[in-house]
């Protein structure tokens, strides 16, 4: 297999890192791949805020937790538990040094796919470079709240609607993928 499709394989997600900020030339890296992924007729409408705050990675992270649905009898990853998997997990964040959330138009039509694409690349992009990520969803939540509507006006993104996270640091640990499910692919001839 060549490369690209071995990174493919090979790529997981972490909810454990260290406390080591990602180098600017790695981050410049993975934001530019970004920006050239798929989008509704090139119209390159979604933004992107990278935040490597701590304190408000911390605080987005909590309200993201808050609105997380119990799940009961649901189980992750052991080896990378997600806040499904252990309660004690107070930021849905897991303490990643850089978040990324997707801003789109709101209610343009293809919002959450132009967004899936750009996270997609970013995740391959970490972990060609020796980094880890995992995707966080329920960003439309993560900033419902005075706080988060406060940021996005700060921000200047009154105009969009959050789609999502990407997290991303310095993996601990291993994270092993839970074997893939049979009969999920039909081809027709």
Same mark, same amino acid.
């Given at each position: ?17 260290? /406390? ?128 988060? /509507? ?38 027709? /001839?």
């Amino acid at each position: 297999m060549n490369e690209i499709i071995t990174n493919m394989l090979e790529r997981r997600s972490y909810r454990k890192y260290e /406390k080591k900020q990602i180098p600017d030339d790695l981050l410049n890296q993975i934001l530019e791949v970004a920006l050239f992924a798929p989008n509704a007729g090139s119209g390159q409408r979604t933004k992107m805020l990278v935040c490597q705050n701590e304190e408000v990675n911390q605080t987005l992270g909590k309200f993201n937790k808050v609105a997380m649905p119990i799940r009961l009898g649901s189980k992750v990853n052991e080896n990378q538990p997600s806040i499904i998997d252990n309660p004690d997990i107070q930021n849905a964040f897991y303490d990643a040094p850089t978040v990324i959330t997707f801003f789109a138009l709101k209610n343009f039509l293809y919002s959450k796919e132009d967004s899936a694409f750009m996270a997609e690349n970013i995740l391959l992009a970490a972990q060609s470079l020796g980094l880890g990520g995992c995707y966080v969803g329920r960003a439309k939540e993560t900033f419902n709240n005075e706080y988060g /509507k406060k940021l996005m006006e700060e921000w200047e993104l009154i105009d969009c609607d959050p789609i999502g996270h990407v997290i991303l640091g310095y993996p601990i640990g291993v994270s092993y993928p839970k074997p893939r499910k049979e009969k999920r692919i039909k081809i027709i /001839k």
